[in-house]
């Protein structure tokens, strides 16, 4: 009985209302086609962002340089191999204490040996697929570097890789012109204090607090003339001693110390290692 009553007052219902729920089914399913299209849209849009990522990364990677490092460095392991410089402008007697520094307790590192700039020696060096660190002793005189050598070493550095130049006024030069930095240099007397804030995150942050200043030579740079993308790690009095620069993917590092004496060197072999795993 209560549904035949139903039934009779829906029969009489309202023209409008039966109008009003038609309208709003319509307008429902328009706002559903309208989101789904929206959701299609966006799949697209990113589906070809990670299309060209890719593109531009397979060309980074794949002109002259080799292959990027893991982006999720394990700080506990050492690297295993790293190119050193040693050509007619290098200290050669500074570039075999170096090398032995960097070994030491870690005697599994393989060095190689980069005796030039030239064009086409430079650029297979940098083909190098396990080789991911270039060190750059302290030098005698100017190496002449070409605008290709310049151009390789950039795009070296940019496919993720890590350059360490080390104490010389030279050096400092030759960052200047190649990487279109500014650096100042500067001399303060040590110690030298770590800078808590930016060794965050970094391998420098397991080093000792404090180094002391070495019997050597030390060729520091002003703070203020570091890159913005540069963090300074050791300093005094706004002279820097150990600094690096993010540099699109890699890292250009820079350690003050010549390392021209094996005596009272500190914990500078640290800082050493240090750089050479960034």
């Known amino acids: 009985m209560a549904s035949s009553s139903y039934e009779a007052v829906a029969a009489f219902a309202p023209p409008s209302l039966a109008a009003s729920r038609r309208s709003w ?29 890719q593109v531009h990364d397979n060309a980074l990677g794949g002109a002259y340089y080799a292959v990027t490092k893991p982006p999720a460095f394990n700080f506990n392991r050492f690297i ?36 030039t700039f ?26 002449g570097v070409s605008e290709l050598a310049k151009k390789d070493l950039r795009g070296y550095v940019s496919a993720g890789n890590n350059v360490v130049f080390i104490g010389s006024y030279e050096w400092l030069s030759v960052m200047n012109d190649v990487f279109g930095f500014q650096l100042m240099s500067d001399y303060k007397d040590g110690p030298y204090y770590r800078n808590d804030r930016t060794v965050r995150g970094t391998p420098f942050q397991w080093s000792m607090s404090r180094l002391s200043q070495p019997d050597g030579s030390v060729y520091g740079v002003k703070v203020d003339s570091i890159p913005m993308d540069g963090s300074c790690m050791f300093d005094t009095m706004g002279c820097c001693v150990v600094f ?4 699109n993917l890699g890292t250009i590092v820079y350690i003050a110390f010549d390392y021209d004496t094996p005596y009272g060197i500190g914990h500078w072999d640290q800082i050493l290692h240090a750089g050479m795993m960034m």
């Open 80 to 115: 295993q191999n790293a190119w050193f410089y040693d050509g007619r402008s290098a200290d050669l007697n500074e570039e075999d204490f170096i090398e032995k520094l960097a070994r030491r307790h870690h005697y599994k590192l393989q060095i190689h040996h980069l005796n």
């Open 25 to 53: 089914y319509m307008k429902s399913a328009i706002a559903a086609c309208i989101g789904a299209a929206a959701v299609v849209c966006i799949a697209l849009l990113a589906k070809e962002k990670v299309a060209e990522t």
């Open 118 to 143: 030239k064009d086409n020696e430079f650029r297979a060096a940098l083909f190098s697929e396990n080789i991911h660190c270039i060190v750059f002793p302290p030098l005698l005189h100017f190496p």
């Open 244 to 247: 690096y620069v993010k540099y």
